[in-house]
């Protein structure tokens, strides 16, 4: 099965900028609608970004105008561009195709990112 490889995670100190990847095992990330998602310590799995095959981009209202995913096809990743990170923002962030309630690929390791001074 395709696995979602996640990086570029760190710390990073408040008003800080980090730009996670998201890559497949696979050369087939150009045919996926590809969502970015985290989840906090204690908290539930949420929504954070979303990029179309043919590059809309959709945003959760917490990270609006601070976080923009952009995707190169040709390189077989995706990107989550973090500006003005803020200690909410701590998490371990995947990436993923969703296909209805499920996903194509199988869950990767995720890339933790920190904010804190």
């Known amino acids: 099965q395709v696995q979602a490889v996640e990086s570029g995670g760190g710390l990073v100190q408040p008003g800080g900028s980090l730009t996670l990847s998201c890559t497949a095992s696979?050369?087939?990330?150009?045919?996926?609608?590809i969502n970015w998602y985290r989840q906090a310590p204690g908290k539930q799995r949420e929504l954070v970004a979303q990029?179309?095959?043919?590059?809309?981009?959709n945003y959760a209202d917490s990270v609006k105008g601070r976080f923009t995913a952009s995707r190169d096809d040709a390189k077989n990743m995706v990107y989550l561009k973090m500006n003005s990170l803020k200690p909410e923002d701590t998490a371990v962030y995947y990436c993923?195709?969703?296909?209805?309630?499920?996903?194509?690929?199988?869950w990767g390791q995720g890339t933790q990112v920190t904010v804190s001074s």
């Open positions: 696979e050369n087939i990330l150009k045919l996926y609608d």
């Open positions: 990029i179309t095959t043919s590059g809309t981009t």
């Open positions: 993923n195709a969703p296909y209805g309630r499920a996903y194509y690929f199988e």
